[in-house]
């Protein structure tokens, strides 16, 4: 157990529609990150943030969007799904930010998101 | 942009015996990790090297690193079947604010 949670595990839904996924980091990260992972395109960096700041940004689109909590609980935020949303969506934390620390990164369960 | 090339991408293996992991980046970075993903499930971290020359050893898999040819190696010895999973380097850039995650390394070891 990685002390990282992630809700809803499973989620199916159709096109056009939108969702939340949330993630509450291991207590005392402060920083958390968000990943898709597809089959195609393997496991993509979405977005990082550090005590309630965005601090990194990858390859997220404009139809997504998070934000971080002051109690450092993560939602990530998937509007106007297509088809080509649907993967494995993780969630990370670590305990400083990305880049001054020499802590990895513990990974939670994954939200499967299906879009029908 | 910062690359992390991982080879083979593909790996099968017959039990007991031995292979690498090649994990390549393309910046400057002192700090690389090693994950485990079996399959639908979480990644797990398996290895943290910190510096050039960095060595780690945990039961079968030894992970190295040498920064100045930017290169990760992942050991296995005497494969067993319970290692058959996919691994993933990450590199934590000297600058800027994201891990970077190799393609992955898909084994499988056949009995």
């Known amino acids: 157990d990685s002390g990282v949670t992630q809700t809803p595990k499973h989620l199916i839904t159709a096109t056009g529609q939108r969702v939340t996924l949330r993630c509450s980091p291991r207590?005392?990260?402060?920083?958390v990150y968000w990943y898709q992972q597809s089959l195609d395109q393997g496991l993509q960096f979405l977005i990082q943030?550090?005590?309630?700041?965005?601090?990194a940004k990858g390859n997220i689109l404009e139809r997504f969007s998070a934000q971080q909590f002051p109690d450092l609980h993560s939602e990530l935020n998937l509007s106007s799904l297509e088809l080509g949303d649907s993967a494995l969506y993780f969630c990370?934390?670590?305990?400083?930010?990305?880049?001054?620390?020499?802590?990895?990164?513990?990974f939670g369960d994954g939200t499967r998101l299906s879009i029908l | 942009e910062l690359k992390v090339e991982q080879n083979p991408l593909f790996l099968s293996m017959q039990e007991g015996k031995n292979y690498t992991i090649y994990c390549n980046y393309s910046?400057?970075?002192?700090?690389l990790y090693w994950y485990r993903q079996d399959p639908g499930k979480s990644l797990e971290s398996l290895f943290v090297l910190l510096s050039n020359g960095a060595v780690k050893q945990e039961g079968r898999l030894m992970a190295s690193l040498d920064t100045k040819a930017r290169l990760s190696t992942l050991h296995i010895t005497a494969a067993v079947h319970d290692l058959s999973a996919t691994y993933f380097c990450?590199?934590?850039?000297?600058?800027?604010?994201?891990?970077?995650f190799g393609t992955g390394t898909s084994l499988t070891v056949i009995p």
């Open positions: 990450a590199v934590d850039p000297s600058t800027g604010n994201q891990f970077y």
């Open positions: 910046t400057t970075s002192d700090r």
């Open positions: 207590s005392g990260d402060l920083s």
């Open positions: 990370a934390s670590s305990v400083g930010d990305s880049g001054t620390g020499n802590q990895p990164q513990h």
């Open positions: 943030y550090y005590n309630g700041e965005e601090r």
